[in-house]
């Protein structure tokens, strides 16, 4: 029921939190403009990604396109009565899966926030392989659609997390 404000330290979007958190388990949510994989360019528009993580697990999590497809389906699962780091691992497996991706294959997977668009890491990779899939989507149909590519990418984005959030898939 807190909320706590920060601000992104560079162009990475990293954070810290200046108070203590007194919970475990938070809702991370992260306002504005993306560099788009594909360009190298700066979005147009902000967008909104979010992120359920465990701060016991990771004191530094990220906020990324995966993260944002997996909050939902994290709640949703808890929900249905399993526990944090049961929703989060069957989660993340759908979540990759979603984008072909087989969790199981991916060498030292730790989780969805603990991944870096700049890293080098196995599950590194996975996140720019999503990222560049997603951005190319939303390229293609911000054309057609006569829109702008961070207007598809929260399009994508929400229907994706929602289908998810219920199925587990798409």
């Known amino acids: 029921g807190k909320t706590y404000l920060a601000q992104t330290a560079d162009d990475l979007g990293n954070f810290t939190v200046a108070s203590t958190v007194n919970s475990n388990l938070v809702e991370l949510l992260g306002m504005g403009y993306y560099m ?8 147009t528009s902000p967008i909104t990604l979010s ?4 701060l016991t697990v990771d004191q ?4 990324n396109i995966l993260t944002t497809l997996q909050a939902p389906r994290v709640k949703n699962l808890i929900l249905q009565g399993k526990s944090y780091s049961e929703a989060l691992e069957q989660s993340q497996t759908e979540v990759l899966s979603a984008f072909g991706i087989d969790s199981s294959k991916i060498d030292s997977l730790q989780s969805l926030y603990a991944m ?8 590194d990779s996975a996140l720019l392989a999503a990222s560049t899939i997603l951005a190319k989507m939303s390229t293609i149909s911000a054309t057609a659609n006569s829109s702008s590519q961070a207007a598809e990418m929260s399009y994508y984005l929400s229907r994706m997390a929602a289908e998810i959030a219920t199925s587990g898939s798409l």
Request: overall charge negative; aromatic content about 0%.
């Open 36 to 43: 788009d994989e594909l360009t190298g360019s700066l979005s």
């Open 116 to 123: 870096s668009i700049n890293g080098t890491s196995d599950q």
């Open 51 to 54: 992120a359920i993580a465990d």
């Open 60 to 63: 530094t999590p990220t906020i």
